[in-house]
């Protein structure tokens, strides 16, 4: 499939900054779906609210752009209702982990097979720049002017301890192997989630001497650590700020039988 | 699969059950609340074995969204809840109604504020059923007042959330949910079906002009359905900063539903023409339905849906009687609206019997009023 013909270039110009990580991870969700040779008729987006809940209404398919936090819990619906469409959820890390923690674990749990997207920013973006419940510790936001005296959710982790199938963790830096991500997310049957963590250099860079995105990605580059590979015991993982590491990689890939499997939904076509 | 016809002797809540499963009700996500939960534990039973989904999700906005989710799927969808897990469902409700998504949403109401009192009944709801989500909109609700009704009316609030993609509630309460009567299911049902985009099937939803309740573009049928509770163009295009845009948009939401209050709107008139009138509804009309049987003096007004207001019967009946008792249970919310219908029919002497506390008013505490109002 043709890049243009994936989009709808009706809806174009996009709301996304310049040197905003979307449109990277927005690339790569292409390649690998068109790699895939996946119908996108047949394909369904959904999204919360937020700058990359706002993707899925860039996607020449069937999108739903819902509530703020409930991605997880309308697309649940969505794919129950209608088996034989895939389902793809794109979201960020307020979205995902702040007002809809809730969704995000209990999706996990459930294992309805979807693909969940979350581009993590550590910020509040549209909103203009608060602190979010991935703002790494000590760094500033609008709302943490004196430095974020909390500590950032790991949300890779917390998938895998929720039980989600398939969870990946890369940085816009990492365009091939999110790429290979979403692949093997798309062709996973259950909950499958990957995490991106992404530059916002208008609203997270600028208040953080990183107001080039060219310099958060070298940030991106320095931090990452394989997930076999990490410098810290295990405890300090979602330490995730300049002076500790990203943790990337393939964090579980497992084949807990999905929610559809489990209750015959799927014989219903 | 529909209840057979035939007579049988169910709890309201159950024969909520029935009336949606005969209404074709394929998907059903709830979290248990008493006094409602009867009614997820039935559609766990009875979707079992069909080609429906009962889902358990974990808080009533999970409920709410995956209902949303599962209608644009093309199916039939409803969740059950009380009082708090209402409050929690507000911020959906106002997605549906700005989506346009059939759902139906039922309310065995209980009394409040907060958890209040979970057992028991109240119809301090009516009033969060209109207003609770930000914005303004339209909704259309159904408040029964019998075994028979929480059948009936399911299948009106299944039929009228299709015809004009709109979210419709079934307000119940602890009274109407766990009372235990009979229900007879006839051999025909009226079920209406929602309009679909490039289809045109034998019924009532197509009659309704394109132009007031769009086609509705089910998911995966090559529609390119952009679904947004943000402000949209009819091309569904976000446009929320464009003035007309939205005028034209929140006008339509209200006016889809206030034009066909006539086809709505439900009611029930026990001696009309009577000096004094009662108007009641749920649970609350059971004891004026008593008085008004037996006292000459006296008629009722029973509304069956509440909104849409039904202003023309209210200003029928208040243009013909000389006082007007309103009886509810709660501190007066249906009183207010109904008031002002009747002083624009003329009549004046517009009372109130509230009751709270979870006993619906009695129909001495109903003749104790009119006797300090002098109708008997």
Same mark, same amino acid.
């Not at chain 2, 243009?319 to 008792?325: F, M, P």
């Given at each position: 499939m043709?890049?243009?013909?994936f989009?709808?270039?009706?809806?174009?110009?996009?709301?996304?900054c310049?040197g905003c990580g979307?449109?990277?991870v927005?690339?790569?969700?292409?390649?690998?779906?068109?790699?895939l040779? /996946?119908p996108?008729e047949?394909? !369904?987006?959904v999204?919360?609210?937020?700058?990359s809940?706002?993707?899925p209404?860039y996607?020449?398919s069937?999108?739903?752009h819902t509530t703020h936090g409930?991605?997880?819990?309308f697309a649940?619906?969505l794919?129950l209702?209608?088996p034989?469409?895939?389902v793809?959820?794109f979201?960020?890390?307020?979205?995902?982990?702040?007002i809809?923690g809730n969704h995000?674990?209990?999706?996990?749990?459930r294992?309805v097979?979807?693909?969940?997207?979350?581009i993590?920013n550590?910020?509040y973006g549209?909103t203009?720049?608060?602190?979010?419940?991935t703002t790494?510790?000590?760094?500033?936001s609008?709302?943490t002017?004196?430095g974020n005296?909390e500590y950032p959710?790991? /949300?890779?982790e917390?998938?895998?301890?929720?039980?989600?199938n398939y969870v990946a963790?890369w940085?816009?830096?990492?365009?091939?192997e999110?790429t290979?991500s979403i692949?093997?997310?798309l062709?996973?049957k259950g909950? !499958?989630f990957?995490?991106?963590?992404?530059?916002?250099?208008?609203n997270?860079?600028?208040r953080?001497?990183?107001?080039?995105?060219?310099q958060?990605?070298e940030?991106?580059?320095?931090s990452s650590?394989r997930r076999?590979k990490v410098?810290?015991a295990?405890?300090?993982?979602?330490?995730?700020?300049?002076a500790?590491?990203?943790?990337?990689?393939?964090?579980?890939?497992?084949n807990r039988?999905?929610?559809?499997?489990?209750?015959g939904?799927?014989?219903?076509g | 699969m529909r209840?057979?016809?035939?007579?049988?002797f169910l709890q309201?809540?159950e024969?909520?059950?029935?009336?949606?499963?005969?209404?074709g009700?394929?998907?059903f996500?709830?979290?248990?609340?008493?006094?409602s939960t009867?009614?997820?534990?039935?559609l766990?039973q009875r979707?079992?074995?069909? #080609?429906?989904?009962?889902?358990?999700?974990?808080?009533?906005?999970?409920c709410?969204?995956?209902?949303i989710?599962?209608?644009?799927?093309?199916?039939?969808?409803m969740t059950?809840t009380?009082?708090?897990?209402f409050?929690?469902?507000?911020?959906?409700?106002g997605?549906?109604?700005?989506?346009?998504?059939p759902?139906?949403i039922?309310n065995?109401?209980?009394?409040?504020?907060s958890?209040?009192?979970?057992?028991?009944a109240?119809q301090?709801?009516?009033?969060?059923?209109?207003y609770?989500s930000?914005?303004?909109?339209?909704v259309?609700?159904f408040?029964?007042?019998?075994?028979q009704e929480?059948?009936?009316?399911t299948?009106?609030?299944f039929?009228y959330?299709?015809?004009?993609r709109v979210?419709?509630?079934?307000l119940?309460?602890a009274e109407v949910g766990?009372?235990?009567?009979?229900?007879?299911?006839?051999?025909q049902?009226?079920?209406v079906?929602?309009k679909?985009?490039?289809?045109?099937r034998?019924d009532?939803?197509?009659?309704v002009?394109?132009d /007031?309740?769009?086609?509705?573009?089910?998911?995966?049928?090559?529609?390119?359905?952009m679904?947004?509770?943000m402000?949209?163009?009819?091309d569904?295009?976000i446009?929320?900063?464009?003035?007309k845009t939205h005028?034209?948009?929140?006008?339509r939401?209200?006016e889809?539903?206030l034009?066909n209050?006539k086809?709505?709107?439900?009611?029930e008139l026990?001696?009309?023409? +009577?000096k004094?009138?009662?108007?009641s509804?749920?649970s609350?009309?059971?004891?004026?339905?008593e008085?008004a049987?037996?006292d000459?003096?006296?008629g009722?007004?029973r509304l069956? +849906? /509440?909104?849409p207001l039904?202003?023309e019967?209210?200003y029928?009946?208040?243009n013909?009687?000389e006082r007007?008792?309103?009886c509810?249970m #709660?501190l007066?919310?249906?009183?207010?609206p109904?008031k002002?219908v009747a002083?624009?029919?003329?009549?004046?002497?517009?009372?109130l019997?509230?009751?709270?506390?979870?006993?619906?008013?009695t129909?001495?505490d109903?003749?104790?009023k009119?006797r300090g109002?002098?109708?008997?």
């Amino acid at each position: 499939m043709e890049i243009f013909d994936f989009y709808r270039k009706d809806r174009w110009p996009h709301v996304f900054c310049p040197g905003c990580g979307n449109g990277t991870v927005m690339n790569c969700f292409y390649r690998a779906f068109s790699e895939l040779d /996946l119908p996108l008729e047949r394909t !369904a987006f959904v999204g919360g609210i937020g700058c990359s809940s706002r993707i899925p209404l860039y996607i020449s398919s069937d999108a739903l752009h819902t509530t703020h936090g409930r991605a997880i819990a309308f697309a649940t619906g969505l794919r129950l209702s209608k088996p034989d469409l895939k389902v793809v959820v794109f979201t960020g890390d307020g979205d995902l982990g702040a007002i809809g923690g809730n969704h995000f674990i209990n999706g996990c749990r459930r294992n309805v097979d979807m693909t969940v997207i979350c581009i993590n920013n550590n910020i509040y973006g549209m909103t203009g720049g608060q602190a979010s419940i991935t703002t790494p510790h000590d760094f500033l936001s609008t709302t943490t002017p004196f430095g974020n005296k909390e500590y950032p959710f790991d /949300l890779a982790e917390l998938a895998v301890a929720a039980g989600a199938n398939y969870v990946a963790r890369w940085t816009t830096r990492h365009v091939h192997e999110l790429t290979k991500s979403i692949k093997t997310a798309l062709q996973k049957k259950g909950f !499958a989630f990957v995490e991106v963590i992404s530059q916002c250099p208008t609203n997270f860079g600028r208040r953080n001497k990183m107001a080039d995105p060219t310099q958060m990605l070298e940030w991106f580059k320095e931090s990452s650590v394989r997930r076999d590979k990490v410098r810290t015991a295990a405890v300090d993982h979602f330490d995730l700020n300049m002076a500790g590491q990203i943790t990337i990689g393939e964090f579980v890939d497992r084949n807990r039988e999905c929610y559809e499997e489990l209750i015959g939904v799927e014989k219903h076509g | 699969m529909r209840t057979p016809r035939g007579e049988y002797f169910l709890q309201g809540n159950e024969a909520c059950v029935e009336g949606a499963m005969s209404s074709g009700v394929r998907f059903f996500a709830g979290y248990p609340i008493t006094p409602s939960t009867e009614i997820a534990e039935g559609l766990a039973q009875r979707l079992k074995g069909t #080609n429906g989904v009962f889902l358990q999700m974990e808080d009533e906005i999970a409920c709410i969204s995956a209902i949303i989710g599962a209608s644009w799927g093309g199916t039939k969808s409803m969740t059950a809840t009380s009082g708090p897990g209402f409050s929690l469902m507000q911020e959906a409700i106002g997605y549906a109604a700005m989506s346009e998504t059939p759902i139906v949403i039922v309310n065995v109401m209980r009394g409040g504020p907060s958890t209040g009192q979970p057992t028991r009944a109240s119809q301090g709801d009516v009033m969060q059923t209109k207003y609770g989500s930000h914005g303004d909109y339209q909704v259309i609700a159904f408040a029964p007042a019998s075994v028979q009704e929480m059948f009936d009316l399911t299948i009106e609030s299944f039929n009228y959330a299709e015809k004009y993609r709109v979210p419709a509630f079934l307000l119940s309460d602890a009274e109407v949910g766990h009372m235990r009567g009979l229900l007879s299911v006839p051999e025909q049902l009226k079920i209406v079906d929602r309009k679909e985009k490039g289809l045109k099937r034998a019924d009532e939803a197509y009659d309704v002009p394109d132009d /007031l309740v769009h086609p509705f573009p089910t998911f995966g049928k090559g529609h390119k359905a952009m679904v947004t509770g943000m402000t949209h163009a009819e091309d569904s295009r976000i446009e929320p900063e464009d003035v007309k845009t939205h005028q034209e948009l929140v006008k339509r939401l209200s006016e889809k539903i206030l034009k066909n209050r006539k086809d709505i709107n439900k009611w029930e008139l026990v001696s009309p023409g +009577s000096k004094t009138m009662i108007i009641s509804y749920g649970s609350a009309a059971l004891g004026p339905k008593e008085v008004a049987a037996k006292d000459e003096r006296v008629g009722l007004l029973r509304l069956k +849906s /509440l909104w849409p207001l039904p202003e023309e019967p209210i200003y029928e009946v208040a243009n013909q009687c000389e006082r007007i008792l309103v009886c509810e249970m #709660n501190l007066g919310m249906m009183y207010w609206p109904i008031k002002r219908v009747a002083l624009e029919a003329g009549c004046k002497k517009v009372e109130l019997l509230s009751k709270i506390g979870g006993e619906p008013p009695t129909p001495s505490d109903v003749r104790h009023k009119l006797r300090g109002m002098g109708a008997i």
